[in-house]
């Protein structure tokens, strides 16, 4: 997020687009609600599922999966026709302007409204909203990002925010809401194939002589690796042997079959995790490791916020900390890995990485500290780019839509997308351990537009099988208003209705992200 | 924002114009007690306690609801004040049962602790509403009918900030506060139970409970999603007993969602992985740690050194620690000498 999560309360207009906060960052749902019932602000939500947040929203416009390039670009030749962007802010601070006027200019709302099935009036009307009313933050989550064009969702929501002149104020910004305990921290901390710590690239020579001094090797690889998303396909290929730690890959990633073929086929394969996942019970090697309340540690935040984790528990049997496996694997390959503890490796990570060089334990025992913060005097940054961008000046990108990789055809007439439910996280591997949220929601349900089921002759609670090109499944349904006509709702929580089985792999070109979200099934009622 | 003087406690205090006098009192150090009054919540006025007298006025007045105005003269302790509370408290304990040896809330019970700080030792308690078994808007929190002091905290905090309104506040037919609850729009986030200062409200889930006095808090940061929610494990036994917000740090003021705070089984579950286990003929034996450790790096070493670094892969993990993926992505690099690693953060 460039700005804090709190900081929707000073916000005007709030736009979210492909986030059901209320069900995956229910805190923040709790922000947005307290800026627009206590602060008066207006919600705008874009979201082809009436989510909850659409009962609380100024307008909810209800575009067609994977259509979000068009829909903003339409926004923005509505704010340029109007001549309503920020001119003095765009002058000053970016460059690119022309291209996307010009990129734009063909976005009208009715050619946009072909495309997204939003009435034209609504496109007109967000625009005037978001542009007039700020300041206006954006937030967004997978819904932008899972689709084979997530790279240009990203970039488009950047420059309706930046055409406003929001980017670097309070109560504005674009702010991706991440979905996992520490998948900020996991970047930051170099999980990455292209980049060191702090975003490092590995092919810069000066970050790699760097880290080459001091990890004391000198065959570190210059050359950028490979992402998730094309190790699996090349298991048994070019990738010999996997080291999986906490990863459920079987059930999280796309494609869901292929993924366990490709990773069937590998020489050697571990797994360190918490519990005997599906995956896990591919490996040759199972590593029994420590949970969240069984170390010491800091996660990042979805706000870049470090914070504390501490240890309030004794592990399970002989379940050791992840740390404490991958350095006694380095020992045995002739590498001593020796820390004290955990603040030990942040001090090393401090001495490497200039956006965390000033996060020192002893500084968030009380407090959390946001990143870029350079020094150990220094305060941290909760808003980016308040004076110029980091990298200079804001580049606007002119941006064509295309469509989804898969669409509905005679033979797979819907549509299917696929998400979270606020009971349940990610491959239910902690939620569905327990009797809580299990007693709350004990089991798969496919959500089903009430005016589809009744074409299929199926009612709430029925069964029906949902077929791809790559898998089928059987699942429980659950007739609403919440999905669009054409479309089908599945969460991934569930082993014994996988939906990625079902889903897509294709991926975007940049992110190397899978279509999630959008891929073409046909509904059959079941026996 | 235009400022106002004020004198409390023959202190004289500097506050924003918008302030309640609970608000410019606290800013200024001084304690006035309440009840009902939460930081998050518009005042409800429910409990009478936060009473401050005001010169010129014969009334004692809520200084969670009123306003400080210039000149304003407050004084929020004298014999009489100290009076009132009392026979607030007593009204009150007209319909609490005084359970607290067997209340899950003794130690940290807001009401208890006020009762004692007041001194009040008599009260003619009412006859207790015959049963207890009152159905709640979720399964995971019981709900203690008679020891509900009406203070509307959990009523107000699931409309304020959740937005949600799946309780409000009725008597039942024999004058005793009796909440209706709405299960089909709960969400089960137990904002209610964070809110109650009484044991009105208890955690349902954990089989073994643990009282304020008995568990070690630990404070830490929540373990799903990424809004980073700070929260309190409360331990006994080397057991998770149950989950509390905290309002610190800048992150969730307290509130958590229903994974957060009742998602925690996982932990003690008998099917956690406690000891390294080693494929055979397609099946898993248990092995020691060297056994286990030994195989992995002789492998890693043997593919590496047949088919170069690049043939091993490391997905590193979005669920661990920073400390954790620095040394993953470390391992990979340095002593595999590949850049093959990556995490989830594309799923």
């Known amino acids: 997020m460039t700005n804090p999560l709190q900081d929707v309360l000073k916000s005007k207009v709030i736009l979210i687009i492909g986030t059901n906060t209320t069900s995956n960052h229910p805190i923040i749902a709790n922000y947005i609600y307290e800026a627009v019932q206590k602060h008066g602000a207006k919600l705008i939500v874009i979201d082809p599922r009436k989510i909850p947040l659409v009962g609380i929203s100024h307008l909810w416009l209800r575009h067609k999966l994977g259509t979000d390039v068009a829909l903003i670009n339409g926004l923005m030749h509505v704010i340029i026709r109007e001549n309503l962007q920020a001119q003095t802010y765009i002058d000053e601070r970016t460059t690119g302007f022309e291209d996307l006027k010009a990129c734009v200019a063909k976005y009208t709302p009715e050619y946009v409204s072909g495309i997204t099935g939003v009435p034209a009036q609504d496109i007109v009307e967000v625009a005037r909203l978001f542009a007039t009313e700020g300041p206006g933050s954006i937030l967004y989550a997978m819904g932008i990002t899972q689709h084979i064009s997530g790279t240009d969702n990203v970039k488009s929501l950047g420059a309706l925010s930046m055409l406003c002149g929001y980017v670097g104020v309070n109560g504005g910004g674009v702010n991706p809401l991440r979905g996992q305990n520490n998948v900020q921290g996991a970047c930051d901390m170099g999980g990455l194939p292209n980049v060191f710590t702090g975003y490092q690239a590995v092919t810069d020579s000066v970050a790699h002589d760097k880290f080459a001094k001091a990890w004391n090797v000198d065959n570190l690889s210059a050359k950028v690796g490979m992402t998730v998303t094309e190790m699996v396909p090349a298991a048994g290929k070019l990738i010999k042997a996997l080291y999986i730690m906490g990863e459920n890959p079987i059930l999280s990633d796309a494609d869901g079959h292929h993924v366990e073929k490709c990773l069937s086929a590998l020489d050697f394969m571990v797994v360190q995790d918490i519990f005997l996942t599906e995956t896990a019970k591919l490996a040759d090697v199972v590593l029994p490791s420590t949970c969240f309340a069984e170390k010491d540690g800091t996660f990042s935040n979805t706000e870049r916020k470090v914070l504390r984790v501490r240890k309030a528990l004794d592990p399970p049997g002989e379940a050791w900390d992840d740390s404490r496996v991958i350095s006694a694997i380095a020992e045995r390959m002739g590498y001593p890995m020796n820390y004290a503890d955990a603040s030990a490796v942040m001090t090393e990570i401090n001495a490497l990485t200039p956006s965390y060089a000033g996060i020192l334990y002893s500084r968030i025992e009380n407090t959390g500290l946001v ?16 004076k110029a961008f980091t990298k200079g000046k804001g580049s606007f990108f002119a941006i064509e839509y295309r469509a989804p990789a898969e669409l509905s055809d005679a033979e797979y007439p819907s549509l299917l997308t696929t998400g979270r439910v606020h009971q349940h996280y990610h491959t239910g591997t902690m939620t569905r351990k327990g009797s809580a949220l299990n007693s709350l929601y004990p089991e798969p349900l496919a959500e089903i537009n009430a005016e589809d089921a009744k074409i299929l002759n199926i009612s709430d609670g029925s069964y029906v099988h949902i077929i791809s090109r790559r898998g089928r499944l059987k699942v429980k349904t659950s007739v609403s208003e919440m999905t669009d006509r054409g479309v089908v709702f599945m969460p991934f929580h569930f082993f014994e209705a996988a939906v990625n089985r079902l889903t897509n792999g294709a991926l975007d070109p940049v992110s190397k992200i899978p279509e999630f979200k959008v891929c073409a099934v046909r509904i059959e009622k079941a026996a | 924002m235009s400022m106002v003087k004020f004198t409390i406690d023959g202190k004289e205090v500097v506050a924003t114009e918008s302030a309640t006098i609970l608000q410019a009192a606290k800013s200024a150090g001084i304690k006035i007690p309440t009840l009902c009054y939460h930081e998050r919540l518009n005042p409800i006025g429910s409990c009478g306690l936060c009473i401050v007298e005001i010169d010129g006025n014969a009334d004692a007045v809520s200084a969670c609801s009123t306003p400080v105005m210039e000149g304003m003269i407050v004084n929020s302790h004298s014999d009489r004040l100290f009076r009132l509370r009392q026979e607030s408290l007593k009204l009150l304990l007209v319909s609490h049962p005084l359970d607290c040896p067997i209340c899950d809330k003794a130690g940290e019970c807001q009401l208890q602790d006020l009762v004692f700080e007041y001194g009040i030792k008599d009260v003619e308690c009412r006859a207790p509403r015959k049963s207890n ?161 030994d195989l992995v790096a002789k492998t890693f070493t043997q593919i590496k050194n047949e088919n170069g670094p690049d043939a091993i892969g490391g997905f590193t993990s979005a669920r661990c620690t920073n400390e954790d993926n620095y040394l993953f992505q470390k391992f990979m690099r340095a002593v595999i000498g590949t850049n093959n690693v990556d995490h989830c953060a594309r799923l």
């Open chain 1, 371 to 386: 990143w870029p913060c350079p020094a150990p005097d220094h305060p941290g940054t909760p808003v980016l780019h308040t």
């Open chain 2, 133 to 293: 078994n009152v159905l709640y808007a979720t399964s995971l929190i019981k709900y203690w009918p008679q020891r509900c002091i009406a203070c509307l905290r959990c009523v107000t905090a699931c409309k304020e900030i959740k937005g949600i309104g799946a309780l409000e506040m009725q008597s039942d037919p024999d004058g005793f506060n009796l909440l209706a609850v709405n299960p089909d729009v709960c969400v089960s986030c137990g904002e209610c139970l964070q809110v109650c200062p009484t044991g009105a409200l208890t955690e349902n889930v954990s089989r073994i409970k643990g009282r304020a006095f008995q568990v070690k808090k630990v404070p830490t940061t929540c373990s799903y999603c990424g809004c980073g929610c700070q929260i309190n494990l409360n331990i006994l036994n080397n057991q998770v007993v149950s989950v509390t917000g905290r309002d610190d740090l800048g992150v969730n003021q307290g509130s958590l969602c229903v994974k957060g705070r009742f998602g925690y089984e996982f932990i003690a579950s008998d099917q956690r992985l406690t000891k390294p286990l080693i494929k055979k003929d397609g099946i898993f034996k248990e092995a020691s740690w060297d056994e286990a450790l």
